[in-house]
């Protein structure tokens, strides 16, 4: 038997058995099938098959099985012989200790800041990746016979410059980290948000910088099938050489890497993913400026031009200062 005839490439359709619960007084158990009804329409619409539906009828859900210990033997015999592969409920049940937000919408931004601060003083990673693109660029160089040549030293010398800049900001970020009432500790969102902010830029500098340091031939370059051809292989091992010391392959091999990382397969991860990854860059920008203190920046200005501030810096610090330049500058954060 063909193979081809034990694959099922078909789309996979869900087998549905529905649970109603027809908890309370008069009417419940006409309003659980309207519900159970509707819950089949939602579930066609979704693409799954009803194959089967199941109503339990008490005073109330049971604080363990919800629909109780007998229902839950019924219903698992029926999905089993229905060959169910989901149970939907109409009325699920969820104890509010289990519930992570209930209703408690004040905790909100906090939670998504402190997300995103860890997850975008994670885009340090990038630094990384940037190390293997500096590498292929100064292999290149080096392939093509110009790795002394002064401007090319200097596009590596801004590569690495740009690089480092995205793992300074990270490591800052960890460094000013503070602990939490908890004893957890959370990086520092102010530079988490610039390192990723960064990340939204850098790359993409660094990957043009990579390819002018390639060349044309990067892009040009003939295909692996041209290489094996029995006439024009010899030919392009002759004319695509380099150094008399570099094998044509190296070189080939180099210039693939660095079209995979800033043009093909890998530039999704290490350009796109680096623009949007974690908040595209409004989202940081956001970020930044609810946490620049700009009053505090404008007193600084003003005592140092002599506009009527009175006070002591060290004073007035104390009573404007807070957040991001109250770890910087180690003073006690306001109660």
Do not use: W
Not at 8 to 36: N, S
Not at 37 to 52: F, I, N, Q, W
Not at 174 to 193: E, F, P, R, V, W
Request: charged share 20%.
């Amino acid at each position: 038997m063909p193979i081809r005839t034990l694959i099922d490439l078909g789309p996979v359709v869900e087998r549905a058995v529905l649970v109603g619960a027809a908890h309370g007084g008069r009417g419940a158990a006409g309003r659980v099938e309207e519900h159970l009804a509707e819950l089949a329409r939602l579930a066609d619409t979704a693409g799954a098959s009803v194959v089967g539906r199941l109503v339990q009828r008490a005073a109330g859900a049971t604080p363990r099985f919800f629909i109780g210990p007998g229902k839950v033997t019924e219903l698992k015999a029926l999905a089993d012989a229905a060959g169910a592969t989901l149970v939907i409920f109409d009325d699920a049940f969820i104890p509010n200790e289990l519930i992570f937000m209930d209703g408690e919408t004040e905790f909100a931004a906090m939670l998504v800041e402190r997300f995103t601060s860890y997850h975008r003083r994670s885009y340090v990673c990038k630094s990384g990746v940037g190390d293997v693109l500096i590498g292929a660029a100064a292999t290149v160089a080096e392939y093509n016979g110009v790795e002394h040549a002064s401007h090319i030293r200097d596009k590596l010398v801004e590569m690495t410059h740009l690089n480092e800049t995205i793992y300074a900001t990270g490591i800052a970020s960890s460094y000013q980290s503070h602990a939490t009432k908890s004893g957890a500790y959370i990086c520092d969102d102010m530079l988490a948000n610039v390192c990723k902010h960064h990340v939204t830029k850098i790359p993409y500098e660094m990957g043009r910088l990579a390819q002018d340091l390639a060349g044309g031939l990067m892009v040009t370059l003939p295909s692996a099938a041209d290489y094996c051809h029995s006439e024009l292989g010899p030919l392009l091992e002759k004319y695509l050489k380099g150094r008399e010391d570099v094998p044509t392959e190296h070189r080939r091999r180099i210039l693939r890497l660095i079209e995979n990382m800033t043009l093909g397969r890998n530039a999704v991860g290490y350009l796109t993913e680096s623009l949007h990854g974690a908040g595209s860059p409004q989202a940081q920008r956001v970020q930044i400026y609810r946490q620049m203190q700009l009053s505090f920046k404008q007193h600084l200005a003003q005592q140092l031009a002599g506009i009527g501030v009175a006070g002591s810096v060290a004073t007035d610090l104390e009573e404007v200062i807070d957040g991001y330049f109250a770890r910087v500058f180690a003073t006690d954060e306001p109660n």
